[in-house]
């Protein structure tokens, strides 16, 4: 279901970091623990497209996640992590997820993610089920979002 | 910013309730809690459409939000509230909001907050920049989106 590319957005979220601090519009999420563990969690959104006909299989899918596949997220410091789901024009549809990581390495959490053998067949069963929107970077399957407000 | 309809829509969602949870595909955010105060928050999603050019705007008055508007949304029993905006189609931009609710009695709170003299002054500020996506239900701002997936 999630993130192969998430590294390489990471990866390019860190190297404009200094850029976007300086003109004080970086998306607020990225802040970069250098400690063990997050003293707070680092929050996500993204999004992707689910097609009309695989709605009902993606709903059966995650009413009842494979427990391999939970225990993963788990371990790579994902929580809080709910998806949504809704038809923003006739006919077109979208999910929404939002997760709080809570880890000090995420690109090396979400590469664990990548190569659980249970999380690669959940992928198998997903991906056909989404697909990216059009301003998506080409390669990648979700699209994460910018932060423009947070009250905690 | 927020929510003077969403009375409407708990309203709805709670008639609607008994039905869908017949169909077992109820939103999982709209549990309903009976005691003095929630043991666990509710999770909500929401989204809305945002003028290009009111892009900057919203931005900068998010990013310096009127202490009163947040105090309001504290009082409402709102918190970990995070806003997000994504250019889902070339020139097409979208916010997404993500919050959790701690109190007792939604609707309520909801009241307070659309009566509250800052927070009014707050969304004759930002309804201008915002626009209710196509199927938005008629009379509604934001849409609340299903919830089709958790993970703690």
Redesign the interface.
């Known amino acids: 279901m999630l993130y192969e590319r998430i590294p390489d957005f990471l990866l390019i979220m860190l190297c404009l970091l200094p850029i976007v601090c300086i003109n004080?519009?970086g998306p607020k999420?990225q802040a970069v623990s250098s400690g063990k563990e997050s003293s707070q969690p680092q929050?996500y959104?993204m999004?992707i497209g689910l097609k009309p006909e695989k709605i009902e299989y993606?709903?059966k899918l995650?009413?009842a996640?494979w427990p391999g596949v939970?225990q993963q997220?788990?371990r790579s410091h994902?929580?809080?992590?709910?998806?949504?789901?809704?038809?923003?024009?006739?006919g077109e549809y979208?999910?929404?997820g939002?997760f709080e990581y809570t880890g000090d390495d995420f690109e090396k959490d979400m590469k664990a993610m990548a190569e659980d053998a249970e999380t690669i067949r959940w992928w198998k069963e997903t991906d056909p089920c989404q697909y990216p929107?059009?301003?998506a970077k080409q390669g990648d399957k979700w699209?994460m979002?910018?932060?423009?407000?947070?009250?905690?």
């Open positions: 004080g519009c999420e929050r959104g999004v993606y709903k995650h009413a996640p939970l997220i788990t994902i929580h809080n992590f709910s998806i949504r789901l809704v038809e923003l024009k006739p979208y999910l929404f939002y929107i059009e301003t699209t979002m910018e932060e423009v407000f947070y009250h905690p």
